[in-house]
T-cell receptor
Framework: EAQVTQNPRYLITVTGKKLTVTCSQN?????MSWYRQDPGLGLRQIYY???????DKGDVPEGYKVSRKEKRNFPLILESPSPNQTSLYFC???????????????FGPGTRLTVL | SQQGEEDPQALSIQEGENATMNCSYK?????LQWYRQNSGRGLVHLIL?????REKHSGRLRVTLDTSKKSSSLLITASRAADTASYFC??????????????FGSGTQLTVLP
């Protein structure tokens, strides 16, 4: 089954304790992206990746890191989480041909993160 | 930055009625997409309409696009309780430089009452 998976689905942590949220897709998609969703703000893009070893900042990259060592995986790293990073996080992927912006995005189920 | 803005923010209707949601955007697009999100879950793609299209249908969904007014509407006909969800429009911007692809609005919360 074609899908995007994220782990963990729920995470409660404390300020400053490094964490990684994994994202994996099995559709051989080139493009992957991380979003955060907060009430009243919709989805805001954190980072995206056009292909392996190619990543770039979205609208709200501060406090986050990503890596794209393999095509299928795109982990989101919070080196020193803070309470303002409490949010619902979504990973998404799409087939991207020559960097064009026409493709449907497939979303993971979400990771609800609480930073105390 | 948010490109698409949905209207209304919340909509409550009776089962069987039609639901119409609107989306306005600011800059040129090459496509506009609608997504549905059930509470706390990931977004699911519903329909994509390209900038050179004016109307598109998919089952009970009808999407229109007016590029001169920079607006789109999503019509769900004969609504069901299972249609209760948040609906987001997302705009795809043209050009290789806009590799972020999609910009989402803040959504319309649709409640269909049985």
């Amino acid at each position: 089954e074609a899908q995007v998976t994220q782990n963990p689905r729920y995470l409660i942590t404390v300020t400053g304790k490094k964490l990684t949220v994994t994202c994996s897709q099995n559709m051989n998609h080139e493009y992957m992206s991380w979003y955060r969703q907060d009430p009243g703000l919709g989805l805001r893009q954190i980072y995206y990746s056009m292909n392996v070893e190619v990543t770039d900042k979205g609208d709200v990259p501060e406090g986050y890191k990503v890596s794209r060592k393999e095509k299928r995986n795109f982990p989101l790293i919070l080196e020193s989480p803070s309470p303002n990073q409490t949010s619902l996080y979504f990973c998404a992927s799409s087939l991207s041909v020559r960097g064009t912006t026409t493709d449907t995005q497939y979303f993971g189920p979400g990771t609800r993160l609480t930073v105390l | 930055s948010q490109q698409g803005e949905e209207d209304p923010q919340a909509l409550s209707i009776q089962e069987g009625e039609n639901a119409t949601m609107n989306c306005s955007y600011k800059t040129s697009i090459n496509n506009l997409q609608w997504y549905r999100q059930n509470s706390g879950r990931g977004l699911v793609h519903l329909i994509l309409i390209r900038s050179n299209e004016r109307e598109k249908h998919s089952g009970r969904l009808r999407v229109t696009l007016d590029t001169s007014k920079k607006s789109s509407s999503l019509l769900i006909t004969a609504s069901r309780a299972a249609d209760t969800a948040s609906y987001f429009c997302a705009t795809g911007t043209p050009g290789l430089g806009s590799a972020r692809q999609l910009t989402f609005g803040s959504g319309t919360q649709l409640t269909v009452l049985p």
